[in-house]
Each structure stands twice: as structure tokens, then as C-alpha cells.
């Protein structure tokens, strides 16, 4: 903790309830704010991607459903199994 200035105790009091930081320290606690939330964002992005992409294959399945059984439902099916193992580490 850095020292404060006479003025700066006279102004915030001295009962010692605010602690100051030095820039460096200051700097530092944001960089792991920022990874974390970056982390926290990128996991977020890759989950909204699959629940999509799920959503999707769906859509393909009632699409295979409602055709008779031939090629065109058999290339809604393929469809939907492409959608979803599009990236198959993003699976969980």
C-alpha cells in the first residue's frame, strides 16, 4: 500500500477504511478481470453456437419427418447429424 498525502488523509479521514493501490497493483487486478471475463465470454459464445446449431438439426429432423422415406429425407437426416458434428470438440 502506497503512502497518501496529507491532503488525502485530511480529505478521506484516518480511520484507515480506504486502502489505496498503486497503479501497478491496480493494473494487475484488472488484467485478471479482464481474463475472467473474457474466459467467461468465450465459453458463453461457444455454448449460444451449439444450443444454435442443436436448433437447427432439430428444424432438419421434423423436415425429414414430414418427407416420405427416399433421398430427400435421407439428406435431411444427413443434414442435421452434419449440423451437429460440425465441430464434434464443442460437444459436450
Same mark, same amino acid.
Given at each position: 500500500m502506497k503512502e497518501v498525502s496529507q491532503l488525502a488523509r485530511q480529505l478521506l479521514g484516518t480511520s484507515g477504511a480506504v486502502e489505496f493501490y498503486t497503479q501497478?497493483?491496480?493494473?494487475? &487486478?484488472?488484467?485478471?478481470? @479482464?481474463?475472467?471475463?473474457?474466459?467467461? &465470454?468465450?465459453?458463453?459464445? @461457444?455454448k449460444v453456437v451449439m444450443i444454435e446449431r442443436e436448433a437447427c438439426a432439430e428444424v432438419c429432423k421434423r423436415l425429414a419427418e414430414q418427407e416420405d422415406e427416399g433421398e430427400v429425407s435421407t439428406a435431411l437426416v444427413n443434414a442435421a447429424a452434419a449440423i451437429l458434428n460440425r465441430i464434434p470438440a464443442q460437444r459436450q
Open positions: 501497478q497493483e491496480f493494473d494487475a &487486478a484488472v488484467a485478471v478481470a @479482464k481474463a475472467e471475463i473474457m474466459t467467461v &465470454a468465450i465459453e458463453t459464445s @461457444k
